[in-house]
């Protein structure tokens, strides 16, 4: 605050930065401390955002789908099973092939996660939807192919990596490509001794830790758990039942969207 | 990729069933540890583990540097894993890129703790020198030399004892009138500053073959895997990261299950790895 001021050149990254943070340990301080303090958006800790989701935005890819949580907008396309490269070794299961990019215009600073975190953001995002998916779809019933998940952040709104987690398997429902369940996941952070859902960019900024999960309702599996920040026993325990939770009702609602897409087609 | 006939691999998963492994282990039994410090005279802190046919090296390298816009108050700390071909030739090219990111992503998950810095090996407001210009940048490089499985495991306990290692140069700061400038840092290179480690975490991978779970597995027993959970856990028996590998899905129970059993299990490494410490500093 103190260069801006004194030498009077306009430098909005250094103002924007100490007028964000402001806000930030504000926000910290009541989500740490209150149980019913409203967020930003209105929600109660235990509340997802709003959502909506479509199949089939994309004529041209064989499964596609779209995916709004409040502010963050990502869209799935799937591709295949086709030929695998020539290059590939033969392999008598299928192979999946993930992809996860931001657009330049996702996040506040423009590129923030398409350039300068070029090498880990993307390619972290794109190698923890492979393992997320790969215990889900049946990848003997296409051996020799390939099929090609894209997924692209349209806005970035916080609680990016679940969103594109249950959008793709949505995606790969519409592909028709064969799965033993859809794979929904939901992230919480915590604050304190609070637990938070489905987390805003704000809230992820600035939490002290996060647990991600993605599980399939139907097998009653959890294909993925990944944690940060300090917790203990009991804690992880109550998060991820938490997830868990909310992805099964997730996944109601995506196996409704599914039937009726498929009898809008019929 | 291990090359298994399918005696052998009766052989390991049978073994694994009746909690008697292939090199006479236990099933919750590491292998024997051997730890050396100061390894690299260029590094402010290094280290070298052994674990059984596994051997990693860490080195961390402290550098000046700026603090973010969005944390003036805090240094900065960067882990990298370098996953060298000697060490196995799947390692060669291209194919050593996509692991070695893996292996780094997860020891950031499991080193660096939350956004806010709760459960975190090192206190970042530690490594600030001036407010909001400088900083201690902390380079954290992970040196693969020969891999026999549980890669994760060695290279965390590698930080751990290469960060109990790591001396910091003191640093004077000459305070000037004007505040925008520049202050004149001068370094010491008489005087260090060591670390407090002792909320360093220690990472337990359980690696789930068939019905049961088994620390420390090599790579033939990796090979047999269905899915891995590795679990971070400090001092305190908190839970610090927490990442998955395999493609099988888990039963939610199981989870639990395994969190309880790598906690147990990480308290004992860390009292193991401690005394190591402490033998390899008075050997030095």
Request: aromatic share 6%; hydrophobic share 40%; glycine share 8%.
């Amino acid at each position: 605050m103190s260069a801006a001021a004194t030498t009077g050149t306009y430098s909005p990254a250094a103002a924007a930065g100490e007028k964000r943070r402001e806000r930030k340990e504000e926000l910290r301080r009541h989500l740490a401390e209150d149980a019913d303090w409203p967020r930003a958006d209105g929600r109660s800790f235990h509340d997802c955002r709003p959502a909506f989701m479509q199949t089939g935005p994309t004529t041209a890819a064989s499964g596609s789908a779209y995916a709004e949580f409040g502010k963050t907008k990502v869209i799935v396309s799937v591709f295949g099973p086709r030929e695998s490269k020539k290059a590939m070794m033969y392999s008598d299961i299928g192979r999946l092939n993930c992809n996860v990019s931001y657009t330049t215009f996702a996040t506040p600073i423009r590129g923030q996660f398409a350039f300068s975190f070029q090498g880990t953001d993307n390619k972290e995002y794109s190698a923890m939807l492979h393992k997320t998916l790969e215990g889900a779809v049946m990848l003997h019933t296409f051996p020799k192919t390939t099929v090609d998940v894209f997924a692209l952040v349209l806005e970035s709104g916080g609680s990016d990596l679940p969103i594109i987690i249950s959008c793709a398997s949505l995606a790969l429902a519409d592909a028709g490509i064969m799965m033993y369940d859809l794979v929904t996941s939901v992230s919480v952070s915590c604050f304190g001794k609070n637990i938070i859902i489905d987390p805003t960019s704000d809230e992820e900024a600035w939490q002290d830790g996060s647990l991600l999960v993605a599980y399939m309702p139907a097998r009653k599996e959890i294909t993925q758990l990944t944690l940060t920040g300090e917790w203990s026993d009991g804690k992880i325990t109550n998060a991820v039942e938490l997830c868990m939770d909310a992805c099964s009702k997730l996944c109601d609602i995506l196996r409704e969207l599914l039937k009726d897409a498929s009898s809008l087609a019929e | 990729m291990v090359g298994l006939s399918v005696g052998e691999k009766h052989f390991i998963r049978g073994g694994i069933a009746q909690d008697l492994r292939a090199d006479g282990r236990r099933r919750l039994q590491f292998r024997a540890i051997s730890v050396e410090t100061g390894v690299i005279p260029q590094a402010n802190g290094s280290a070298r583990v052994r674990l059984g046919a596994t051997e990693v090296i860490a080195s961390v390298k402290a550098e000046l540097g700026k603090p973010s816009i969005l944390h003036p108050d805090k240094g900065k700390v960067s882990i990298f894993v370098d996953c060298s071909p000697t060490a196995a030739p799947m390692f060669e090219g291209r194919g050593s890129e996509e692991f070695s990111a893996e292996l780094s992503v997860a020891l950031q998950r499991c080193l660096l703790g939350g956004k806010s810095g709760a459960g975190a090996a090192i206190d970042l407001s530690s490594l600030i020198v001036v407010d909001g210009k400088v900083c201690w940048d902390l380079y954290i490089d992970g040196l693969v030399v020969s891999s026999d499985g549980n890669l994760l495991d060695a290279l965390a306990a590698a930080i751990k004892v290469a960060l109990s290692d790591t001396g910091i140069p003191k640093v004077n700061v000459s305070l000037s009138a004007a505040t925008d400038e520049e202050p004149e840092v001068d370094v010491s290179d008489e005087e260090f500053l060591q670390f407090d480690t002792s909320s360093v975490p220690v990472i337990v991978t359980l690696t789930k073959v068939g019905k049961h779970y088994i620390v420390d597995a090599t790579s033939e027993e990796e090979s047999q895997m269905s899915s891995a959970v590795s679990v971070s856990v400090n001092r305190h028996g908190q839970i610090c990261g927490l990442t998955k590998r395999g493609g099988a899905g888990l039963d939610p129970s199981v989870v639990f299950d395994m969190i309880s059993v790598a906690k147990h299990v990480g308290q004992q490494f860390i009292s193991v790895l401690d005394s190591e410490i402490a033998a390899a500093e008075a050997a030095e």
